[in-house]
């Protein structure tokens, strides 16, 4: 029986094409919370990035939010109760060799973000989010050697993953965009993050489900007792689930939960 439920946030709860989640997936997130089964966000997203999503997904009533793809938990009360960041000592090793090749990128902490460059791209979401202000200010990275850091999002294209990752001992890339990637502590990872709110809810794994669209959302279906992949997810996450179903304008989650007997 499944008693909790994961999901991403966009592509999977959020339209790309609507930037909302979609009436008839909110009605069901209600169905399911009425019902007594667990649910929680578990997004790539910091925090401070979560704040640009409109009010039906920052208000619903989560039992938990996984943030920073698997890094932060929060539980019902949204207190931080499971947390890993970078390791010092890479940072120290990545920061010069980011500042010598002008690698634009995003620096997230708990509570805070900033970037080392101004990138014309970021900005321009912000702008279409409605939230300028929360647009992250430019500071020097050294700054991560004093401040924990969760996550770092580099501008830049796959091609220079590699590069990337090869000043950066301890981490990997969980790429979901063409023109960013997600750099997090190799230990991480949705998986991790769903692992500490099972804990945490004192449930099995076999008793999950989890619904992505993207690359960073591997780890997670293949942890969960049921995973799903949206239709508009990548071959590469539609080969690692139990279940594909329609993309998420078309009540891609609705028709999941139908199939599996939660509505």
Not at 73 to 78: G, K, M, T
Not at 137 to 150: F, L
Not at 213 to 220: H, R
Request: contains cysteine; charged residues 25%.
């Amino acid at each position: 029986m499944i008693k909790a439920v994961f999901f991403d946030i966009d592509g999977t709860l959020v339209s790309y094409r609507t930037k909302t989640m979609p009436a008839e997936t909110y009605a069901a997130l209600q169905l399911l919370h009425e019902k007594g089964i667990r649910l929680s966000i578990c997004t790539g997203r910091a925090p401070v990035s979560i704040q640009l999503l409109e009010p039906a997904v920052r208000s619903f009533p989560w039992d938990g939010v996984i943030a920073a793809n698997g890094q932060l938990c929060f539980d019902e009360e949204q207190k931080l109760f499971h947390k890993v960041a970078i390791n010092a000592d890479t940072l120290k090793q990545l920061v010069p060799w980011i500042k010598d090749n002008q690698i634009p990128a995003v620096f997230f902490e708990v509570n805070d973000s900033y970037t080392n460059l101004p990138i014309p791209s970021l900005a321009e979401h912000y702008q279409r989010s409605g939230k300028p202000e929360l647009m992250p200010g430019i500071d020097d990275p050294v700054r991560s050697y004093e401040h924990e850091t969760i996550q770092i999002c580099p501008y830049v294209p796959k091609e220079l993953d590699e590069a990337f990752l090869a000043h950066a001992p301890g981490m990997k890339s969980v790429r979901w965009a063409d023109h960013f990637a997600d750099m997090i502590p190799s230990a991480g990872g949705k998986d991790k993050g769903i692992e500490a709110m099972l804990k945490r809810w004192n449930l099995k794994r076999e008793e999950t489900m989890a619904i992505g669209d993207g690359g960073n959302d591997i780890s997670m279906v293949q942890y969960a007792g049921v995973g799903v992949a949206m239709g508009n997810a990548p071959a590469k996450l539609k080969e690692a689930v139990d279940f594909i179903t329609n993309d998420v304008d078309h009540n891609g989650i609705v028709n999941a939960l139908k199939e599996y007997g939660l509505l």
